[in-house]
């Protein structure tokens, strides 16, 4: 079924830039950036061309729309890093989920070391559930030895 239902689709088709205009636009951009916003004389046809296409579009823009500066973020090429211009020594900011999970391993840490010098509860807990284990088996074993001292005795007479 097409878009739009039985109807037929009524939107307007999508329109692309050709990609001559984009690159022309790149290079005023580029030009621009170069410039610093200070206009310079050009040799060649090809960048006297652009130059009067700049003058154009300033005319063109009526009002306040050529005082404000507009620049859209989606169009500013990025511009790498040489390896050299990289600090690496500088302090990094750590994001919310990295300072949280360094929080929690120290908190961990903490938490262990009390736990080893039994200053928690469940320390505590733990040590007095031992001491009675042991305390069961140490009576298990004298029950053990005397059963076999009984055991011993008898198979002597």
Excluded: C, W
């Amino acid at each position: 079924m097409p878009r739009g239902g039985k109807k037929g689709h009524k939107g307007r088709g999508k329109q692309f830039s050709n990609p001559e205009e984009i690159d022309r636009q790149m290079r005023l951009q580029r030009e621009m950036e170069e410039k610093g916003g200070a206009e310079k004389e050009s040799s060649s046809e090809s960048e006297e061309e652009s130059s009067s296409d700049e003058e154009s579009e300033s005319k063109k823009r009526s009002g306040v729309e050529g005082l404000i500066e507009i620049e859209n973020p989606n169009r500013v090429s990025q511009k790498s890093k040489k390896v050299t211009e990289i600090d690496v020594a500088a302090p990094r900011e750590l994001s919310r989920r990295e300072r949280e999970e360094i929080e929690k391993q120290k908190s961990k840490e903490r938490y262990m070391k009390l736990h080893l010098e039994g200053k928690t509860e469940q320390a505590r807990a733990d040590l007095a559930r031992l001491a009675i284990i042991k305390k069961q088996r140490e009576e298990a074993a004298k029950k053990r030895e005397e059963l076999r001292k009984v055991e011993e005795a008898q198979a002597k007479r």
